[in-house]
Protein backbone atom coordinates (compact mmCIF):
# COMPACT_ATOMS: atom_id res chain seq x y z
CA UNK A 1 0.00 0.00 0.00
CA UNK A 2 2.75 2.92 1.19
CA UNK A 3 4.53 1.71 -1.87
CA UNK A 4 1.57 2.63 -4.08
CA UNK A 5 0.86 6.12 -2.95
CA UNK A 6 4.75 6.63 -3.16
CA UNK A 7 4.63 5.34 -6.61
CA UNK A 8 1.49 7.45 -7.62
CA UNK A 9 3.26 10.16 -5.73
CA UNK A 10 6.43 9.67 -8.27
CA UNK A 11 4.65 8.74 -10.85
CA UNK A 12 1.97 10.28 -11.54
CA UNK A 13 4.05 14.31 -11.96
CA UNK A 14 6.42 12.26 -14.30
CA UNK A 15 3.82 11.38 -16.46
CA UNK A 16 2.68 15.23 -16.23
CA UNK A 17 5.43 16.75 -17.01
CA UNK A 18 6.10 14.31 -19.79
CA UNK A 19 2.70 14.93 -21.25
CA UNK A 20 3.36 18.53 -20.90
CA UNK A 21 6.26 18.56 -23.18
CA UNK A 22 4.99 16.53 -25.59
CA UNK A 23 1.62 18.82 -25.73
CA UNK A 24 3.66 21.95 -25.51
CA UNK A 25 5.90 20.70 -28.65
CA UNK A 26 2.85 19.72 -30.34
CA UNK A 27 0.70 22.57 -29.78
CA UNK A 28 3.33 25.23 -28.09
CA UNK A 29 3.68 26.48 -24.32
CA UNK A 30 0.97 29.02 -24.75
CA UNK A 31 -2.51 26.79 -26.10
CA UNK A 32 -0.77 24.12 -23.38
CA UNK A 33 -0.67 27.12 -20.64
CA UNK A 34 -4.35 27.88 -21.67
CA UNK A 35 -5.70 24.82 -21.77
CA UNK A 36 -4.72 23.91 -18.28
CA UNK A 37 -6.15 27.14 -16.90
CA UNK A 38 -9.63 26.94 -18.98
CA UNK A 39 -9.98 23.10 -17.44
CA UNK A 40 -9.33 24.10 -14.15
CA UNK A 41 -12.56 26.82 -14.49
CA UNK A 42 -14.46 25.09 -16.13
CA UNK A 43 -13.85 21.90 -13.59
CA UNK A 44 -14.38 24.40 -11.06
CA UNK A 45 -17.17 25.11 -11.97
CA UNK A 46 -18.93 21.58 -12.77
CA UNK A 47 -17.38 21.00 -9.26
CA UNK A 48 -19.32 23.46 -7.42
CA UNK A 49 -22.68 22.96 -8.96
CA UNK A 50 -22.37 19.17 -8.41
CA UNK A 51 -21.58 19.82 -4.67
CA UNK A 52 -24.21 21.90 -4.55
CA UNK A 53 -26.59 18.73 -5.48
CA UNK A 54 -25.23 16.69 -3.25
CA UNK A 55 -26.16 19.00 -0.36
CA UNK A 56 -29.60 19.26 -1.29
CA UNK A 57 -29.73 15.74 -1.59
CA UNK A 58 -28.49 14.61 2.05
CA UNK A 59 -30.35 17.84 3.27
CA UNK A 60 -33.78 15.90 1.55
CA UNK A 61 -32.26 12.15 2.95
CA UNK A 62 -31.51 14.11 6.51
CA UNK A 63 -35.10 15.30 6.27
CA UNK A 64 -36.71 12.32 5.38
CA UNK A 65 -34.93 10.27 8.64
CA UNK A 66 -32.43 8.63 6.43
CA UNK A 67 -28.37 8.85 6.65
CA UNK A 68 -26.84 10.61 3.82
CA UNK A 69 -24.96 7.52 2.66
CA UNK A 70 -24.75 8.53 -1.14
CA UNK A 71 -24.99 12.26 -1.24
CA UNK A 72 -21.56 11.71 1.58
CA UNK A 73 -20.40 9.12 -1.50
CA UNK A 74 -20.78 12.20 -4.08
CA UNK A 75 -19.16 14.78 -1.70
CA UNK A 76 -16.39 12.97 -0.67
CA UNK A 77 -15.66 12.40 -4.50
CA UNK A 78 -16.53 15.44 -5.53
CA UNK A 79 -13.51 17.12 -2.96
CA UNK A 80 -11.19 15.20 -4.70
CA UNK A 81 -12.29 15.82 -8.26
CA UNK A 82 -11.81 19.22 -7.05
CA UNK A 83 -8.44 19.09 -5.96
CA UNK A 84 -7.38 16.72 -9.11
CA UNK A 85 -8.96 20.01 -11.66
CA UNK A 86 -7.35 22.26 -10.30
CA UNK A 87 -3.68 20.59 -9.97
CA UNK A 88 -1.80 21.16 -12.99
CA UNK A 89 -2.09 18.58 -15.66
CA UNK A 90 -3.62 16.59 -18.03
CA UNK A 91 -3.74 13.53 -16.65
CA UNK A 92 -4.95 14.82 -13.21
CA UNK A 93 -7.64 16.79 -14.85
CA UNK A 94 -8.73 13.29 -16.90
CA UNK A 95 -9.22 11.55 -13.10
CA UNK A 96 -10.87 14.66 -12.12
CA UNK A 97 -13.59 14.86 -14.85
CA UNK A 98 -13.86 11.42 -14.48
CA UNK A 99 -15.08 11.77 -10.83
CA UNK A 100 -17.50 13.98 -12.46
CA UNK A 101 -19.12 11.17 -13.36
CA UNK A 102 -22.16 10.00 -10.95
CA UNK A 103 -22.45 7.08 -11.75
CA UNK A 104 -18.78 6.39 -12.20
CA UNK A 105 -18.57 7.87 -8.61
CA UNK A 106 -20.93 5.16 -7.30
CA UNK A 107 -19.47 2.40 -8.98
CA UNK A 108 -15.92 3.64 -7.66
CA UNK A 109 -16.96 3.63 -3.99
CA UNK A 110 -18.74 0.38 -3.86
CA UNK A 111 -15.47 -1.17 -4.83
CA UNK A 112 -13.70 0.26 -2.90
CA UNK A 113 -16.14 -0.23 0.05
CA UNK A 114 -15.99 -4.22 -1.12
CA UNK A 115 -11.97 -3.78 -0.74
CA UNK A 116 -12.33 -2.31 2.70
CA UNK A 117 -14.63 -4.42 3.63
CA UNK A 118 -12.56 -7.46 4.55
CA UNK A 119 -9.51 -5.22 6.19
CA UNK A 120 -11.84 -3.96 8.59
CA UNK A 121 -11.57 -5.06 11.88
CA UNK A 122 -13.91 -4.78 14.61
CA UNK A 123 -13.18 -4.57 18.29
CA UNK A 124 -16.07 -5.31 21.01
CA UNK A 125 -17.13 -3.01 23.28
CA UNK A 126 -15.92 -3.29 26.69
Not at 17 to 46: E, H
Not at 62 to 70: D, F, H, K
Given at each position: ???????????????????????????????VIIGVFVTAVIGAILVRAQGLDAMRAARADMNEGRPPVTAAVHGLFLVVAGALLLTPGFL?????????I?????????????????????????
Amino acid sequence: MIFAILAAFIGIPIAEIYIFIQAGGALGAFPVIIGVFVTAVIGAILVRAQGLDAMRAARADMNEGRPPVTAAVHGLFLVVAGALLLTPGFLTDALGFALLIPPFRLWLGRSLLERLRGRIVVIEGR
